[in-house]
């Protein structure tokens, strides 16, 4: 099991450019889960899927973010277009639904926009 | 407010001794469950432990324990036996609400506890 692959590892971009996150979560998994890491704000979820389907965006920060799921071994998230406080760790998880199964992350993305 | 709280920004452990990381947590569900997370230098997010809020008895895996009083809403990991490669933050989290198919599956975590372990 090559567990959730996330591309890519570190991304750096110019301000107003348009960035796209990409994750493979783990086959069989029907959650799939995009959060934010900052220093200043923790770990905030941004949205997430079940069965391909976003259940719960409230947490994506503006327009300027999306977030699609195509099929069931891949997900985007785009910033369009990023601004030096876009600049963070973005992970993707995985999980399958059950009272005890903690996400499975991937290694995040580490974005700076410059 | 917040749903989960982690009072210790950093803690010191001796290697070998035990550890425990507090982690109070807010809900008004009757079902949820509490998770704990490590997260080493190198970035990634590994699960620890979970323990279900009907749960009886508290969870173990390995090392890891979760030390779980419903009454004062309080989920503590505790790490028996220190070692240097438990240096890492520690995030304690919460899932409101029945874990179902299709349910809602939201996940807060806490701000984090940095323990180093000391040779």
């Known amino acids: 099991d090559a567990g959730v692959i996330q591309s890519p590892r570190h991304e750096v971009t110019e301000m107003g450019q348009e960035v796209t996150l990409r994750c493979k979560p783990i086959?069989?998994?029907?959650?799939l889960f995009w959060y934010r890491q900052t220093m200043m704000r923790g770990l905030e979820l941004l949205i997430y899927?079940?069965?391909?389907?976003?259940?719960?965006d409230s947490g994506m920060p503006e327009d300027r973010f999306s977030a699609k799921m195509p099929n069931a071994s891949f997900s985007t998230l785009k910033i369009q277009p990023s601004e030096p406080r876009d600049s963070a760790v973005y992970f993707c998880?995985?999980?399958?639904?059950?009272?005890?199964?903690?996400?499975?992350f991937g290694s995040g993305t580490r974005l700076t926009v410059v | 407010a917040q749903k989960i709280t982690q009072t210790q920004p950093g803690m010191f452990v001796q290697e070998k001794e035990a550890v425990t990381l507090d982690c109070t947590y807010d809900t008004s569900d009757q079902s949820y469950g509490l998770f704990w997370y490590k997260q080493p230098s190198s970035g990634e997010m590994i699960f620890l432990i979970y323990q279900g809020s009907y749960d009886e008895q508290n969870a173990t895996e390995g090392r890891y324990s979760l030390n779980f009083q419903k009454a004062r809403k309080s989920a503590n990991l505790v790490i028996s036996a220190s070692q240097l490669g438990d240096s890492a933050m520690y995030f304690c989290?919460?899932?409101?609400?029945?874990?179902?198919?299709?349910?809602?599956?939201?996940?807060?975590f806490g701000t984090g506890t940095k323990l180093q372990v000391i040779p």
């Open positions: 989290a919460m899932r409101e609400g029945r874990a179902r198919a299709g349910g809602y599956q939201k996940v807060t």
């Open positions: 998880a995985s999980s399958l639904q059950g009272r005890n199964y903690g996400y499975t």
């Open positions: 086959s069989g998994h029907d959650y």
């Open positions: 899927f079940n069965n391909n389907v976003p259940i719960d």
